[in-house]
């Protein structure tokens, strides 16, 4: 999910020319995005996992009667517990883990062009 939507966003930045140069300040917004994105993707299926990994695991049949019991009991809302924290550390996490990758991809760029 965050490669997809990184370069989705620079290439929209770049309006189709992928020789436009993208800002690393733009690069890190669009990687907190990036990651907001994965967060909200994955969120469902780690709350999921959390559950069968749990002490209380034996209560579900399988990974597809947790998810049904979560939604039958708890509602949609549940499959996004925790997600406010996750995203606060992973926005800024990514974010700064792409400013960082596009800066080496520039440099190898010019070593190896």
């Known amino acids: 999910i965050r490669f ?6 620079k290439d929209w930045y770049r309006k189709g020319d992928p020789n436009a140069h993208v ?3 733009i690069v890190g917004l669009f990687g907190g995005f990036a ?3 994965s967060v909200l ?6 709350v999921v996992k959390t559950r069968m ?3 209380d695991a034996s209560k579900y049949k399988n990974t597809f009667d947790c998810a049904k019991q979560i939604m039958v ?3 949609p809302k549940a499959f996004y517990k925790g997600t406010l924290p996750r995203m606060s550390r ?6 700064i883990t792409f400013m960082i990758y596009d800066s080496f ?9």
Do not use: H, R
Not at 4 to 9: D, I, L
Not at 90 to 95: E, P, S, Y
């Open 35 to 37: 990651g907001a994105c």
């Open 90 to 95: 992973v926005v800024l996490d990514v974010g």
């Open 53 to 55: 990994q749990s002490l």
């Open 105 to 113: 991809m520039d440099i190898f760029n010019k070593v190896w062009p």
């Open 73 to 75: 009991n708890e509602g």
């Open 41 to 46: 993707g994955n969120t469902p299926l780690d």
């Open 4 to 9: 997809y939507v990184m370069e989705t966003c």
């Open 23 to 25: 800002p690393k300040l």
